[in-house]
């Protein structure tokens, strides 16, 4: 059995055990840069997503453990993400037009603009959607789960 089935295995089991319906797991193959995206497809979502997606994020965080589990060892850990009737991709797509409402800002009025605190995984979705602004740098600052996002405005060498 394949890592990827082996995954998608921990995965309807879970589901199974928590007595969630669901009319079945898509695979969506990652390459060396993104992951492979396990998709769970159910008309009862809001139970797997939670609250800004808290019971997701816990989710994937049970089967990722599930999944690792006597690969501790050799360091080769399988680079997944779970995701509910593609909730993940939406989510990111509303943070990247956030990003750039934002960024827009900054730059508008020149300061600095915080985000409110984020997760890792959306802390490197807007620094990623940032990147290639030559004008805009982003950083993240604080502690825990209070850490978010500064866009910070850089004036540029021609505008002096």
Not at 54 to 61: C, G, P, S, T
Request: glycine share 6%.
């Amino acid at each position: 059995m394949t890592d990827t089935q082996k995954v998608k295995k921990i995965i309807e089991e879970m589901l199974k055990i928590m007595n969630v319906p669901f009319d079945g797991v898509d695979i969506n193959e990652g390459d060396e840069v993104s992951s492979t995206k396990f998709v769970i497809k159910t008309n009862d979502s809001a139970i797997l997503i939670g609250t800004k997606g808290a019971h997701l994020l816990a989710f994937n965080h049970v089967v990722k453990k599930m999944a690792g589990k006597g690969k501790e060892e050799d360091g080769e850990a399988t680079r997944f993400f779970v995701d509910v009737n593609n909730y993940q991709e939406k989510l990111e797509e509303e943070l990247k037009n956030k990003a750039k409402i934002m960024c827009e800002r900054a730059r508008s009025f020149k300061v600095d603009i915080e985000l409110e605190p984020m997760s890792s995984y959306e802390r490197m979705i807007v620094h990623a959607a940032l990147q290639n602004i030559p004008d805009i740098k982003t950083e993240s600052k604080g502690e825990g789960r209070y850490r978010r996002v500064v866009i910070k405005y850089v004036e540029s060498k021609e505008s002096i």
